[in-house]
């Protein structure tokens, strides 16, 4: 159980590897780990997602849930460096090559912060939360992650999640339509749904 990506303390043997990827437009560099999610590249649901996430218009924070080594929170912060984002995890040699990855890409704008879910996160407001949910934790997790950040989003805010239809999206959406008030599959490809949903 220990080795899960979304392991507090993975135990597996730390395997460090270095790559470069294109993202958004731009070269970003990463640096994973052995018992970290995607740990040889950027998965394509992230990179997914990566290609289909709009920016608030609102401005204001902006929190990646379950961030692993950094990919999501990472290339958003340095497109927008006049932003704040929360990258958060509960997986900590995540959080250490995520810390890491900012530094390797000279981004300062970001918190990297330890988080079970959203509990961490008490009292703080986001205008946009982005995730690639841990399916494997389970449905029970994934749609926690949901009522947490309906609870975290400012007013017009909105979440964002990639999931493929094989792991569970139809109930995904499902769920997500059962707390905010729109809820839309922004693009499909290869089973990978990115779905936003808006608070109000």
């Excluded at 992230?46 to 692993?68: A, H, K, M, W």
Aim: a positive charge; hydrophobic letters at 35%; glycine letters at 8%.
């Amino acid at each position: 159980m220990s080795n899960h990506y979304y392991s507090e303390k993975p135990t597996v043997e730390s395997s460090r590897r270095k790559w470069e990827s294109q993202l958004r437009g731009m070269k970003m560099q990463f640096t994973s780990d052995a018992g970290v999610f995607s740990k040889k590249e950027v998965d394509f649901g992230t990179q997914l997602l990566l290609e289909t996430y709009r920016f608030p218009e609102s401005g204001g924070n902006i929190l990646d849930v379950g961030c692993g080594y950094g990919p999501i929170g990472l290339t958003l912060a340095k497109e927008s460096p006049e932003s704040s984002f929360v990258l958060v995890d509960v997986n900590e040699r995540a959080l250490e090559l995520a810390e890491l990855n900012a530094k390797l890409n000279s981004i300062d704008n970001v918190t990297v912060k330890k988080s079970n879910l959203l509990s961490a996160l008490v009292g703080e407001t986001f205008s946009s939360i982005l995730s690639n949910p841990p399916i494997r934790a389970g449905k029970k997790v994934v749609h926690q992650l949901f009522e947490d950040a309906y609870t975290h989003l400012s007013d017009q805010g909105e979440l964002w999640i990639v999931i493929q239809k094989k792991q569970g999206a139809p109930s995904a959406i499902e769920k997500l339509e059962s707390l905010f008030a729109k809820v839309v599959v922004e693009k499909k490809s290869k089973g990978y749904f990115i779905i936003s949903a808006k608070k109000s």
